[in-house]
C-alpha cells in the first residue's frame, strides 16, 4: 500500500500507556509511504523508549527544544515546516489541555503551536482513562479544539490498561493509518449521502442450506470507503460477507434478495447516489421448507420451484427521487463474456445514468480489478489496479457527474 507516498509526518507522542501503539503506528505510516520523524515528550519517554521509534522511523527522535542538532538549534520551526502534517498519537488529556491554552513549555507542543496552521494541519488522537475523557474539560477541550481548527480523531471502546471499561482508549494503529489516509483524500462529495450495495445474497432452501455465489464483497466495500474518505455519509447494505466495516460507515448486514430490498428502499428515500455492487439472486426457491429437507431413499432430488427476486437498482432508479435527479444511480454489471455489448444492454435496461462493467469470474475474491465505464455517450476503461484505487476513481467520476 502507498497510501502516504511523499507524506512527511511529524508523530507526537504525549504520555500515556497508548505508546506501545504508537510504535505500531509508526511502522504502518513508514509501510504506506510516509516518511515520520517522531518527536516525544518527556512523559512519552516513560512510557516507550526514542531507541524503538527511531529504529521504526529510521531517523533520530527529537524530544527536546533545546535540541543542539538542529545548526539554528530551533527544532521546533524546522521539523514542523517541513511537515504535510502533525499527529499527536497518543494525545494525552493533559497535553490536550496545553494545546488549548497555547502553552509552548516542551517540544512537541512548541511545534503544534508555531506551525503555519494554514498547510500544516494537526490532528489529535485522544488516550485517556474514560472518567478522564468523559469529563467535561476534557469534552470542553475537543469542542474548542475543532474550533481552533485540530482535527480530533474519536476514541476506543473497550477493557483500558487501568481495569476499567468504556471509552478513551486510542484508536488501534490500523483504524488510525486509515483515518490519515482519509484526511488526505479530496472531499469531493462533502455532505452527501451515499448508499452502496455489497457482497452476494443468501437464498434459503431449508434452515441449514441456501443459494449464494462468489462475490466477496470486496469491490462495494472499498466504494464505501472511497466515499467516505470524499466526506459523504456513507450507508453500507452488505450481504453475507467477512469483511471489517470501513472506519466511520454506517453497516446494515442481511441475508436475502428481499432484506437488501427492504434495507435499500428505506435508505434510499434521503440518499444522494447509490452504488449498486451486491451480486442480488436473480431466483430464489419460491418457499424455503420449514425443516431441513431429508433424503427420502428413493434416489429422485427433491423439486425446488424458484420464484424471481425483485431487480432492486432498477426498482430505486424507477422512483420518483432518482426521476427528479436527486438521486444519482450507479449499477454494477458482472459479465462473463462479451462486456461492452451486455453493458451497454443492462446499462438501459436497468435504467441507470451509468453502469460499471466488470468480468465477474476474473475478479471474484481478487484485490485487484479492471472496470468499464458505460454511459449514454459510450464506454471509458478503469485499468487494472487494486479495488481501492479503482473505487477512489469511480468516486471522483461520480462526485464529477454530479455536481450541483
Ligand atoms: N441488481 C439488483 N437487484 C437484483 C439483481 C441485480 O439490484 N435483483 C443490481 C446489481 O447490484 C448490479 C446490477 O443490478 O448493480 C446488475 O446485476 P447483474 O447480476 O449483472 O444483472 P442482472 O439483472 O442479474 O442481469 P443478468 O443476470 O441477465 O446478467
Redesign the pocket.
Known amino acids: 500500500m502507498t497510501d502516504l507516498a511523499g507524506k512527511h509526518i511529524v508523530l507526537g507522542l504525549s504520555g500515556g500507556i497508548a505508546c506501545y501503539k504508537a510504535a505500531e503506528l509508526c511502522r504502518a505510516m513508514v509501510k504506506a509511504g510516509a516518511t515520520v520523524q517522531v518527536a516525544m515528550t518527556e512523559a512519552a519517554e516513560h512510557f516507550i523508549t526514542p531507541v524503538t521509534l527511531q529504529a521504526l522511523s529510521n531517523r533520530p527522535v527529537y524530544g527536546s527544544q533545546w535540541d543542539p542538532r538542529e545548526p539554528n538549534n530551533m527544532p521546533h520551526i524546522n521539523l514542523s515546516r517541513e511537515a504535510d502534517a502533525i499527529l499527536v498519537a497518543p494525545c494525552s488529556a493533559d497535553f490536550m489541555a496545553k494545546l488549548l491554552h497555547g502553552r509552548a513549555d516542551d517540544l512537541l507542543s512548541l511545534m503544534c503551536l508555531a506551525r503555519p496552521m494554514d498547510r500544516v494541519p494537526l490532528l489529535l488522537a485522544p488516550a485517556m482513562n474514560r472518567e478522564m475523557w468523559a469529563h467535561p474539560a476534557t469534552q470542553r477541550n475537543v469542542v474548542q479544539l475543532r474550533a481552533d481548527g485540530a482535527t480530533v480523531l474519536g476514541v476506543g471502546r473497550g477493557d483500558q490498561a487501568c481495569g476499567e471499561t468504556g471509552d478513551g482508549r486510542m484508536l488501534e494503529a490500523d483504524e488510525l493509518l486509515e483515518d490519515l489516509v482519509a484526511f488526505f483524500q479530496p472531499k469531493r462529495l462533502a455532505g452527501r449521502r451515499v448508499l452502496v450495495?455489497a457482497g452476494p445474497t443468501y437464498e434459503a432452501i431449508d434452515p441449514v442450506r441456501g443459494i449464494t455465489n462468489r462475490s466477496s464483497g470486496k469491490m462495494g466495500f472499498a466504494i464505501a470507503r472511497a466515499a467516505r474518505e470524499a466526506g459523504a455519509e456513507v450507508t453500507l447494505v452488505a450481504g453475507p460477507v467477512h469483511l471489517p466495516t470501513p472506519r466511520g460507515v454506517v453497516r446494515v448486514d442481511v441475508a436475502s434478495?428481499a432484506d437488501m430490498l427492504q434495507a435499500v428502499l428505506a435508505e434510499a428515500e434521503r440518499a444522494d447516489v447509490l452504488v449498486?455492487?451486491?451480486?442480488?439472486a436473480?431466483w430464489r426457491p419460491a418457499s424455503a421448507a420449514e425443516h431441513k429437507i431429508k433424503k427420502d431413499g428413493s434416489g429422485v432430488p427433491p423439486a425446488i420451484e424458484f420464484a424471481e427476486?425483485?431487480?432492486?437498482?432498477a426498482t430505486v432508479a424507477a422512483s420518483a427521487r432518482a426521476a427528479a435527479g436527486r438521486l444519482f444511480c450507479v449499477?454494477?454489471?458482472?459479465e462473463s463474456q462479451d462486456l461492452v455489448h451486455n453493458a451497454q444492454v443492462?446499462r438501459q435496461r436497468?435504467g441507470v445514468p451509468l453502469l460499471v462493467g466488470n468480468i465477474g469470474p476474473a475478479t471474484f475474491g481478487r484485490d485487484d480489478n479492471a472496470l468499464l465505464l458505460v454511459d449514454a455517450h459510450g464506454t471509458r476503461e478503469l485499468p487494472t489496479a487494486d479495488k481501492l484505487t479503482l473505487a477512489r476513481l469511480l468516486i471522483a467520476e461520480i462526485a464529477q457527474r454530479t455536481r450541483a
Open positions: 450495495t434478495a449498486a455492487t451486491a451480486a442480488v436473480d427476486t425483485t431487480d432492486i437498482l449499477g454494477f454489471a458482472a443492462k436497468k
